[in-house]
């Protein structure tokens, strides 16, 4: 999942970054083919050079040799607002097919659900705002229900054009990257579309985890699989420690 998220990194993109994997997907982008690219913390960091993988968007080792250090409402104000996020990377708690996302709670009724999650804290802006966004979270039918207990962060809203009708800046979600496969969205509808599969995966695997039925490009791809140079790299320099990659 980091390999094929960090393959939708261009050089030169100004990213805003979570912690998890879209942070360990950002630093391979960083320290392979995409060396201009410029990270954006939401604590309040533009142009990070971290020396270590963060732990979380507080993490000191952000602010060393940055290129930018402001308060969190001048982050959101200066780059998100102003429109010059490229990409902003989010993860959820549930996604629906139009690539809406739910990070608030689990269960029907809201006051009392099953689970209270953190809510939205920076997602419903990069979602919103940020020129394109790419999701990653593990797919699992309960995560990738027909409807959302609630929805937290705008993906393409109802399909369509509909999006547009709220006259949202962004672009709207690119691509969804998950333990099975990678998704991208069908230019008229606005439907999420299984674009590859991992290898080892079958289709009926990934159908099998979606609460709706699944459209499938054709031809299925397969996703490519990191070299041992990027393995290395993940393994031994960005996440020694496993706490990302266990």
Known sequence: MAFAAAREIQDGDVVFVGIGLPNLAVNLARRTHAGGVQLVYEAGVYGAQPIRLPISIG??????????VMPMAETFLYFLQGGRI????LGAAQIDRFGNLN?????????RPKVRLPGAGGAAEISWLAKRTVIL????????????DFRTSLGFHEGGRSRESLEAPGGGPERVITNLGVYGFDPETREMVLEKIHPGVTLDEVRAEVG??????EPLGETELPDADTLRLLREE????GIYLG
């Open 59 to 68: 993490d000191p080792c952000l602010v060393t040799g940055a290129l930018q």
């Open 86 to 89: 490229d990409v902003g990377f």
């Open 103 to 111: 990070t608030t709670v689990i269960g029907d009724d809201y006051r």
């Open 137 to 148: 979270l593990p797919q699992k039918r309960s995560k990738f229900p027909e409807h959302l």
């Open 212 to 217: 709706w039925p699944l459209r499938v490009q």
């Open 238 to 241: 960005l996440d020694p420690k």
